[in-house]
Nanobody, 122 residues
Framework: QVQLVESGGGLVQAGGSLRLSCAASGRTFSSYNMGWFRQAPGKEREFVAA????????DYADSNKGRFTISRDNAKNTVYLQMNSLKAEDTAVYYCAASRWSSRRAGVYDSWGQGTQVTVSS
């Protein structure tokens, strides 16, 4: 497993942008597929985006396709989520997660960060 720490959340106005970062510990980061999930109050955790171990393939939830971009820098053990054109409904705690498999299902991921709050004001 890897240890994950998210950062970059905050308060932003609708239409604005934020970039989340997820720093991983351990030398095996480059072997993991990574995902971003989010959870709003009173709602289930939902898939946001995923990227394969080498960055060769990405996947996005329909709700943020075209607005969010996931990327990774294996030399820095970091995965990013660039979020543009933010909407009030993007407000949630955002989590990064690591898995040996690439998936939209949260249950496949076995390492999770503590989350970072993103609040979008309308």
């Amino acid at each position: 497993q890897v240890q994950l720490v998210e950062s970059g959340g905050g308060l932003v106005q609708a239409g604005g942008s934020l970039r989340l970062s997820c720093a991983a510990s351990g030398r095996t980061f480059s072997s993991y597929n990574m995902g971003w999930f989010r959870q709003a109050p009173g709602k289930e955790r939902e898939f946001v985006a995923a990227i394969t171990w080498n960055g060769g393939s990405t996947d996005y939830a329909d709700s943020n396709k075209g607005r969010f971009t996931i990327s990774r820098d294996n030399a820095k053990n970091t995965v990013y989520l660039q979020m543009n054109s933010l909407k009030a409904e993007d407000t949630a705690v955002y989590y990064c997660a690591a898995s040996r498999w690439s998936s939209r299902r949260a249950g496949v991921y076995d390492s999770w960060g503590q989350g970072t709050q993103v609040t979008v004001s309308s």
